[in-house]
């Protein structure tokens, strides 16, 4: 009786697990900001992600990266914002805004926003003098890819069927190419599952485990075939083993997006190698915005302010509304040399920075999406 009378007690004290629907209504109207992701590889051991409904899925048993400072939620002319990420062209990788939208009946993303870049090529094709380059461009899906399609709940599904050019020029001494026009061509094929709900817990922006949410389980696969032209013609046979691609290239992509309520950004994003869904080899997880115990956003950027400046001792002082922040200090170059979570009481609160941190200019950025200039002279 009293093994029973043990058993029923932790049964009745464990995080009960709800189902959960998403609508347009679950989601803000005004979608700006940036956050911190987590980066988990394969090394690091991964709980049981299993299908179904009712499971919780500790995350917190994960070894984490550092922070990313992941931009999201920016100005994107003509849409709501857009979400930065890396893109990649041949075995390059640059900077994109993938430019997506709210709308009533869904998640819905429109395409691709790039900058221009530039990469020698000489040691690949052996030419000191060979490049590609990819100029700035806007790149419209031939229709829009669909993220989540409401109302999103248990063994609901949805697809995207479409394709996209990305644009390039390629110089080379042999063949004989000078700024050649190309494209690559994509089509996509995505196919998304609710396959679960239940609740899920990762560590928060400080390292320390965070409170169980409900979440939706959505299964995804896509498979990309890319296609290569240059000069309006498909690129020659004897260019594509250059650059280790060919016609129809192929790649599938298995993962699992687990959603919350209140945030389009997944809570944890987790890539398999496997068709099954049983071998994990990555996962990116949300940890600016953890809901009830997680940090706050910076409303304004007037009122943070950051003092003494310069800085002469060791605590600086940051005037913020109330709340738990989460903060990256930033050096000239992007390394971060200091990072945690401050708690501001009576619209203060006091950062302690280590000695170490050499004289000099920095930026502190606030609760990932205010960097305010910071002046040591010590």
Not at 160 to 167: E, G, M
């Amino acid at each position: 009786m009293r093994q029973l009378f043990l058993c029923l007690t932790l049964f009745l004290t464990m995080p009960a697990a709800a189902q959960i629907t998403l609508t347009a209504a679950d989601y803000p109207a005004v979608l700006t900001g940036t956050d911190s992701i987590k980066v988990t590889v394969s090394a690091s051991p991964f709980p049981a992600l299993i299908t179904g409904g009712g499971n919780m899925w500790d995350m917190t048993i994960n070894t984490d990266s550092l922070p990313v400072l992941h931009n999201y939620r920016v100005p994107a002319a003509g849409f709501q914002y857009a979400d930065s990420a890396a893109c990649t062209l041949f075995r390059f990788t640059f900077p994109g805004k993938a430019i997506r939208t709210q709308l009533m009946s869904g998640h819905a993303e429109e395409g691709w926003i790039i900058g221009d870049t530039s990469y020698n090529i000489g040691f690949i094709t052996t030419s000191a003098y060979d490049s590609l380059f990819i100029p700035a461009q806007t790149d419209f899906y031939s229709v829009q890819r669909n993220i989540l399609i409401y109302p999103a709940t248990d063994a609901s599904s949805w697809s995207s069927s479409f394709f996209v050019d990305l644009q390039f020029q390629l110089s080379m001494a042999f063949p004989a190419y000078n700024h050649a026009p190309g494209y690559r061509r994509s089509y996509v094929q995505e196919n998304c599952f609710v396959t679960g709900w239940g609740q899920m817990r990762i560590n928060d922006a400080n390292g320390n485990p965070g409170e169980y949410l409900d979440v939706l389980q959505v299964q995804i696969r896509r498979i990309t075939t890319d296609s290569f032209f240059l000069n309006g013609v498909p690129m020659a046979p004897s260019v594509l083993p250059v650059f280790n691609v060919y016609q129809g290239m192929a790649d599938t992509v298995y993962e699992h997006n687990y959603y919350r309520k209140g945030e389009i950004t997944p809570l944890a994003n987790v890539r398999f190698k496997d068709a099954i869904y049983t071998q994990p080899v990555m996962a990116r997880k949300h940890v600016q915005r953890l809901m009830r115990v997680g940090v706050a956003d910076v409303p304004t950027t007037k009122e943070v302010k950051v003092y003494p400046q310069p800085l002469t001792g060791e605590e600086l002082m940051i005037s913020i509304p109330p709340g738990r922040y989460a903060y990256t200090l930033y050096d000239m170059k992007g390394i971060n040399v200091a990072s945690g979570v401050v708690s501001a009481t009576n619209n203060t609160c006091k950062l302690a920075l280590p000695e170490s941190i050499a004289a000099g200019q920095y930026l502190l950025c606030i609760a990932g999406m205010r960097s305010v200039p910071v002046n040591i002279q010590r």
